[in-house]
């Protein structure tokens, strides 16, 4: 285990803060503050949750290089100029899922996020806005084995924790190429296979985060081995 005992207040202090001073001068001259109380614990909440992932599920694993995203904001094709990010995350995934996974959540299978902003903090599971043959390939395999996948969503630890799949960008209609009438059919106008939950500032400064995080986690792996095998990536026994 890692000396991981939950974020600190000084990691929220500095989002708000840079939230307020968004810009490169004030981050330059507050960089110290960030690396210290955000981006060390979030190294070492990662090393944690790789260790918890590999007694529960050893195909997902966190990487302290892969796992964590960017302070930096892509802005070339965004109207808002704004630098930085405020907020911090990090994403565990397949081992097998590809090079590219962990720096963009939507590359490879699906996995486990975290999500740490002051009042906004949450937690997720599965796989957000894969591409065309990603997506092509779950509504296949959704509409092949239609029961099993409803009892995952449906289940009732599932439905308490996290009260089922999102609905995030959910299309009107059944897309083109399925039945319309197919009792999957609400199934299959999911753009995002996600479930989530919102954690408190009290959650994410408390020492038993990785504890309480490893039993949500729990709760969503039979989602997230579903839609992972119906990209081809196999759970495993053994790291």
């Known amino acids: 285990m890692s000396d991981f005992k939950g974020f600190s207040r000084k990691a929220l202090t500095f989002l708000r803060q840079l939230k307020r001073n968004n810009q490169r001068d004030w981050f330059e001259e507050n960089k110290p503050s960030y690396v210290a109380d955000v981006q060390d614990v979030m190294r070492a909440f990662v090393q944690e949750m790789d260790t918890r992932f590999g007694r529960f599920a050893p195909e997902i694993v966190g990487d302290q290089k892969k796992s964590i995203f960017r302070i930096y904001r892509d802005v070339r094709f965004s109207k808002d100029k704004s630098p930085y990010k405020t907020h911090a995350a990090c994403w565990f ?20 996020y975290f999500h ?15 591409p065309r043959p990603s997506l092509q390939k779950l509504r296949d395999a959704i509409v092949t084995d239609y029961k099993g996948f409803r009892a995952i969503v449906d289940h009732r630890n599932m439905k308490r924790t996290f009260g089922g799949l999102s609905d995030e960008g959910r299309l009107m209609r059944v897309p083109r190429g399925y039945d319309p009438n ?14 989530g939950r919102r954690l408190s500032d009290a959650d994410v400064l408390d020492a038993r985060l990785a504890q309480r995080l490893e039993k949500d986690f729990g709760v969503a792996l039979p989602l997230v081995r579903w839609l992972n095998r119906a990209l081809g990536y196999r759970p495993a026994d053994s790291r």
């Open 93 to 112: 995934f397949h081992r097998g899922a590809g090079k590219k996974v962990g720096q963009e959540a939507h590359e490879g299978g699906a996995g486990f």
């Open 116 to 130: 740490l902003e002051p009042g906004a903090s949450f937690v997720g599971a599965g796989i957000w806005m894969p």
């Open 182 to 195: 197919h009792a999957a059919g609400d199934m299959l106008r999911h753009v995002s296979y996600i479930v």
